[in-house]
């Protein structure tokens, strides 16, 4: 996604825009020649004075305005304008492309390698052999943001900006019904230690608790954050959830009355990106801007550990509670000692932000999703990539294992859930290249 420090600090609010103007909808006829030149002049209703159809503008959370193409799910610096690159050169995953705007307000793409233009973002090519994945499941209208496997019965329960959360069995069959969310687009969910409950954000910052049979809400939405909600997480033994915010708080609720459970812990994080609970119960870390913090069970912060260079974006446990893994807009994944915050591990080799990362159950291997369209599976024996990349159509932003240890699970920006084989994965060796 371009500019990656951007993405990582913004609201990614992709609510449903209302269409301006018919223009929007006839520019297909209209995309710009290769080598073409445009005047700043937008030709879009209000011009210059006004962003294009199915854009929308924000602040980050150090203060830097942001527009985003909701269609596109792209975001840039630049104030959108016939004639100005919005990308950085480095942010498209494909190299020597550009993106632009058409004087009417749509979005479009200049690739030097070809001498082209088109309004599909670049992406890598699948090379002839690569492994497919066992199952795309199609259904959700928008970016996927949270999966979970629901242990007992091996289905997999996706979250998504297009307002809901559903059920699946692993060859893709819809389990009941769709839960449809009133607050907006779902960023993060977490499933209750038992399995019966289902808890998700939303874009108006409250929280909503599901039953998972009965496919409907329990009691009124939780208030209390003054901003989006970025992550949750339940603890071990059931008794709490956490959830961090863009307001830069953590607040932690009793999951069967609603209430704060205590006082907001005020993180230095800007926006809290991740919160998890460790495997005891006695501790939890969290991460967004600056370093990752581990916090004690009555919020007094413990340690605070140094070393990525941007934006924290996930972070899990190892089951013993000995070790932390990072992943983050740096582009690594990192491992840490819990007990002082040692950095051990640096894994290299995704080359755009990693949003998600899990354990496999045995804790063999590590595996991780990036912007950069792919999947990679890292060994934690000799803390090296294993095989070629996995790869999407999009940028990814979540992964999930299987209670099995048998299969990946992916989602991002493609709207789709990948299945893959991770024995098949651990198999297959093809080279990925980029289309020139």
Not at 25 to 50: C, F, I, V
Not at 211 to 239: F, Q, T
Not at 411 to 419: C, E, K, M, R, S
Request: hydrophobic share 35%; charged share 20%; net charge negative.
């Amino acid at each position: 996604m371009p500019h990656e420090e951007a993405e990582s600090s913004m609201s990614t609010r992709l609510g449903e825009a209302p269409l301006h103007s018919s223009i929007y909808r006839t520019s297909a006829k209209y995309l710009p020649q290769y080598g073409a030149q445009h005047r700043q002049d937008a030709l879009w209703e209000g011009g210059n004075e006004a962003l294009p159809p199915m854009w929308q503008q924000f602040m980050t959370s150090d203060g830097e305005t942001i527009y985003q193409d909701d269609t596109l799910v792209l975001t840039s610096l630049n104030l959108p304008l016939p004639g100005v690159r919005l990308d950085y050169p480095g942010d498209l995953v494909v190299p020597g492309c550009e993106w632009h705007i058409s004087p009417l307000g749509r979005s479009y793409f200049v690739n030097h390698n070809t001498r082209t233009t088109s309004w599909k973002k670049p992406k890598p090519e699948r090379p002839a052999g690569s492994l497919m994945p066992e199952c795309v499941i199609e259904g959700h209208s928008r970016c996927i943001w949270g999966l979970a496997y629901l242990c007992n019965s091996g289905n997999i329960m996706s979250a998504s900006d297009d307002s809901s959360i559903r059920q699946w069995k692993r060859d893709g069959e819809p389990v009941g019904k769709p839960l449809n969310c009133d607050g907006g687009g779902i960023f993060s969910m977490v499933v209750s230690p038992d399995e019966t409950m289902v808890i998700c954000e939303s874009e108006d910052g409250r929280l909503r608790l599901w039953n998972i049979k009965e496919g409907s809400m329990i009691g009124d939405p939780w208030e209390g954050h003054i901003a989006a909600v970025r992550c949750l997480d339940w603890s071990r033994n059931s008794l709490e959830i956490a959830s961090g915010s863009e307001d830069g708080t953590i607040q932690r609720w009793n999951p069967n009355t609603g209430r704060r459970i205590a006082p907001p812990i005020e993180t230095s994080h800007g926006w809290v990106e991740a919160v998890k609970y460790s495997p005891k119960g006695d501790k939890f870390t969290s991460g967004g801007i600056g370093p990752i913090c581990i916090w004690s069970m009555n919020g007094k912060l413990l340690i605070e550990i140094k070393g990525h260079e941007d934006n924290v974006m996930s972070l899990c446990w190892s089951k013993d509670g000995t070790h932390i893994f990072s992943a983050s807009v740096d582009t690594t994944i990192r491992k840490w000692r819990a007990i002082d915050g040692q950095e051990l591990v640096v894994f290299w080799g995704h080359t755009h932000a990693v949003h998600s990362l899990c354990l496999t159950p045995n804790e063999r291997y590590i595996v991780s999703a990036s912007s950069d369209y792919s999947i990679r599976i890292w060994d934690l024996k000799n803390n090296q990539a294993v095989g070629d990349p996995l790869l999407h159509d999009d940028g990814l932003r979540v992964v999930a294992m299987s209670p099995d240890g048998k299969y990946i699970t992916s989602a991002g920006l493609d709207n789709n859930i990948y299945v893959w084989s991770l024995e098949a994965a651990l198999k297959a060796v093809v080279r990925m290249h980029f289309v020139v």
